[in-house]
């Protein structure tokens, strides 16, 4: 299940980051998996925690 979450995060994060050209934006991510996967609200903590990871690592990726 967590694996499950941990790729729907970064699916999400990049599509979002691909769409607007910059780090993916953590209200936009939890948004779009909120609404398809409302079971998570109560795993909502873990869930920000991870979008925060990912997107410092494109926040690197994209200075190198």
Same mark, same amino acid.
């Given at each position: 299940?967590?694996?499950?979450?941990?790729? &729907?995060?970064?699916?999400?994060?990049?599509?979002?980051?691909?769409?607007?050209?910059?780090?993916?934006?953590?209200?936009?991510?939890?948004?779009?998996?909120?609404?398809?996967?409302?079971?998570?609200?109560?795993?909502?903590?873990?869930?920000?925690?991870?979008?925060?990871? &990912?997107?410092?690592?494109?926040?690197?990726?994209?200075?190198?």
């Amino acid at each position: 299940m967590e694996a499950d979450i941990e790729i &729907l995060v970064k699916k999400y994060a990049l599509q979002n980051a691909v769409k607007y050209g910059k780090p993916p934006q953590q209200g936009a991510v939890m948004g779009k998996l909120m609404g398809e996967q409302p079971e998570l609200r109560q795993k909502y903590h873990n869930t920000i925690i991870s979008i925060n990871i &990912l997107s410092f690592f494109m926040l690197l990726l994209a200075a190198v």
